[in-house]
T-cell receptor
């Protein structure tokens, strides 16, 4: 079974600064997907960024980028030029690429990000 | 295009009762997954339905069940409610099952008293 670990329950960053959220995972599979989801106080889960394991290039979405280290099973999220609206709980999630696993996501514990003005 | 909708948004039930939650996926999406979110256990996968068939099931007791209709709308049912079932229940839909990204609904907050 796969596991996802987020070792930072809480993080804080000053507005306009950069912050990195950590995520490690454990799997015996070679093909999978990794995601970062954001959950603001409204509780609506919003997809921030995704990474396919077979791609060596790190994914980037505007101010959000990842550092994917497959051998180390590490998947960190970097938020540049932090904005007040970035304040939320961030979840790292794993999905197997096996057809039999379907769309099942395994989530980490979450990191609560505070952005200070 | 409308997002994933869940009804009701809030629900209060008494121990021993049963409850049915509904999820309408994004138009064209055939896969619907359900998750339970609690402060103690975090986000846990309940089950996934694809084309009216349960494709995957998490480690939950048989009191938790679901189904999917021909229009891809899904319902989940919890019978004989326990206090520990109090949680936010999230539904997510995707277009191509295992290949598509999942989009989440706003959730149903269930409180069991």
């Amino acid at each position: 079974a796969q596991t996802v670990t987020q070792s930072q329950p809480e993080m804080s960053v000053q507005e306009a600064e950069t912050v990195t959220l950590s995520c490690t995972y454990d799997t015996s599979e070679s093909d999978y997907y990794l995601f970062w989801y954001k959950q603001p106080p409204s509780r609506q889960m919003i997809l921030v960024i995704r990474q396919e394991a077979y791609k060596q290039q790190n994914a980037t979405e505007n101010r959000f980028s990842v550092n994917f280290q497959k051998a180390a099973k590490s998947f960190s999220l970097k938020i540049s030029d932090s904005q007040l609206g970035d304040a939320a709980m961030y979840f790292c999630a794993y999905r197997s690429a096996k057809e039999t696993s379907g769309s099942r996501l395994t989530f980490g514990e979450g990191t609560q990000l505070t952005v200070n003005p | 295009k409308a997002g994933v909708t869940q009804t009701p948004r809030y629900l209060i039930k008494t121990r021993g009762q049963q409850v049915t939650l509904s999820c309408s996926p994004i138009s064209g999406h055939r896969s619907v997954s359900w998750y339970q979110q609690t402060p103690g256990q975090g986000l846990q996968f309940l089950f996934e339905y694809f084309s009216e068939t349960q494709r995957n099931k998490g480690n939950f007791p048989g009191r938790f069940s679901g189904r999917q209709f021909s229009n891809s709308r899904s319902e989940m049912n919890v019978s004989t409610l326990e206090l520990g079932d109090s949680a936010l229940y999230l539904c997510a839909s995707s277009f191509r099952g295992s290949l598509g990204e999942q989009y989440f609904g706003p959730g149903t907050r269930l409180t069991v008293t």
